[in-house]
C-alpha cells in the first residue's frame, strides 16, 4: 500500500477531489482552492496499492501530534478491510507512541456509530470533552463533533488540540 501525494498527478489531483466530494457534505471539507494554499503540514495522499487509486488520506503534523483530517475508501471498495489496511499503515508508519487525532461525528443514527467503532477497533478512544468543529466556509455553523484519539486526552491536552486545530486548520483565532 502506498500514499501518494495528490499533487503527483493531474489523475491523483481529480481522484482525490472526487471522493473528498463524494465523501464529505460541503460543511465537513474545505474547498480544493483552501488545500492547495495549506501550509508544509498538511498532507494528502491518494491511498493507491498495485497501481489501483482506492482511497484519500489527509492529515496534518503538528509535531506533538497528528491530526487526521480526512480519510475515505471509494464506494465500490468499502467493506473489504481496505480501510483497516490503509489506517494500520498509516499507523504503523507515523508510529504508535504518537499521540493522533481526529473528529467524528456525534452518534445517533448507524453511520456515525459504525465510524466510531471502526476507529475503537484500531485502538482509538472517545473523548469526553465538548468539541464543536468550525466552519469551512463563511456562513457555514458550527458543528457537534466528539474528538477521538489514540492515547486519552487530558483536559490539558485535549484544550492544546483544540486551539491547534481552530488555528491551524480552520483560522479560528480564538477559542
Known sequence: MFFAPYTQSTEHRHFAQMLMEEAFPPEE?????HIDNRGSNYHLCVIEQNGTKLGIFAYWNFGTFLYIEHFAIGNKLRNNGIGSEALNHFLQNTGYNRQI???VEMPGNPLPTRRIEFYKRHGF???AFQYLQPPYRTGDGFLPMAIMSHQPLQKEDFENVKQTLYTEVYGVLSV
Open 29 to 33: 471539507r474545505p474547498t480544493f482552492a
Open 101 to 103: 487525532v481526529l473528529e
Open 125 to 127: 478512544v472517545e473523548n
